[in-house]
């Protein structure tokens, strides 16, 4: 087999492997934010007061903010509903918990930026923002109906 049709077949497989990897991106990143998000809902004065030492504003609003977005927000990305939109917010919290809770040891070096926990969440949501859900996702199903509604002429 020469190489160029080798590498036309290795191109036409590409989608297939592109959705199941993204849904193992939205899988695994989505059940994670949904476990912190709960974990911070179930321990909220824990959370407002970590928040609070954190000097951020209103930490108990925030606390319940956060831990509500993580765990809407981490179902979304598990059935891949609404993904790239959810994914913002989800990106945003993580570049906060950089600026707040990691800011003294994340700034160091490169390989302690990309040590903390919030760093695979952040690369996730960004791979989700960049790609969108994949082929195997809410989204896809509802892809037709929402164009044909809001785009039809």
Do not use: N
Request: charged share 15%; proline share 4%.
């Amino acid at each position: 087999m020469k190489l160029a049709s080798l590498h036309q077949a290795f191109e036409r497989f590409l989608p297939h492997i592109q959705s199941v990897v993204l849904l193992f991106v939205r899988v695994t990143c989505g059940w994670s934010f949904f476990l912190t998000g709960k974990g911070k809902l179930s321990h909220l004065d824990a959370t407002a007061e970590f928040f609070a030492s954190l000097s951020l504003p209103a930490p108990h609003a925030h606390a319940m903010f956060v831990g509500a977005l993580e765990m809407t927000g981490g179902l979304f990305l598990l059935g891949g509903f609404f993904t790239r939109m959810i994914s913002i917010p989800l990106a945003a919290t993580m570049v906060v918990a950089y600026a707040t809770a990691h800011r003294e040891e994340a700034f160091v070096s490169l390989s302690d930026f990309t040590d903390q926990a919030p760093f695979s969440f952040l690369v996730a949501t960004l791979v989700c923002i960049a790609f969108g859900a994949g082929r195997l996702s809410i989204d896809q199903i509802l892809q037709p109906r929402i164009a044909k509604k809001f785009f039809a002429r």
